[in-house]
C-alpha cells in the first residue's frame, strides 16, 4: 500500500507541474504588433512591471453594431526594451511579443509580453540628445 501511495503522488506531483508549466509558461504564440504607443508606465504593488498600451489603426467589433478602438495591451520584458517605450510614447512603434496562457506577477499583469522593439518612426537610435538639448 505504502508503494502505491508514493506512485500516485509522483504522478499527481508531474501531472501538476505540466499543467503549471503549459498554464503559465508555454508561449502560445508569437508576433509583431504595431501601432501608436498610447502609454508605458511601471506599476504593481509587490512586483514592479511595465506596462504599455498600443492603439492600432482601424476598429474592432466586439458585439454587432459597436465600434471600439483595436487596442494592445502589453507587459514588457527587460530594461532595454523598457528604456526604448518609455522615449516612445505617442510615437508609432513596432513590437515583437509572445503571448501566454496565463499571466505571471512577476511577468506582467497581461498574457502579452513585449520581448523586442523592432521600430520606432521619428526617433533616431543614433543620437542621445533629446529634442529640447
Known amino acids: 500500500m505504502h508503494k502505491y501511495v508514493k506512485i500516485g503522488v509522483l504522478i499527481l506531483a508531474i501531472v501538476l507541474s505540466a499543467v503549471i508549466y503549459w498554464r503559465y509558461f508555454f508561449v502560445f504564440s508569437e508576433g509583431v504588433k504595431a501601432g501608436n504607443l498610447n502609454y508605458f508606465e511601471k506599476k504593481g504593488f509587490v512586483f514592479k512591471t511595465w506596462e504599455g498600451r498600443l492603439v492600432q489603426e482601424g476598429f474592432q467589433s466586439p458585439s454587432a453594431g459597436a465600434l471600439q478602438s483595436n487596442e494592445f495591451r502589453f507587459s514588457a ?57
Open 77 to 133: 520584458q527587460g530594461e532595454e526594451v523598457a528604456q526604448k517605450l518609455e522615449r516612445a510614447s505617442g510615437r508609432f512603434v513596432e513590437l515583437r511579443y509572445k503571448e501566454y496562457l496565463n499571466p505571471v506577477p512577476w511577468r506582467g499583469a497581461s498574457k502579452y509580453v513585449v520581448i523586442e522593439v523592432l521600430d520606432i518612426q521619428g526617433f533616431s537610435q543614433e543620437t542621445s540628445q533629446t529634442p529640447f538639448d
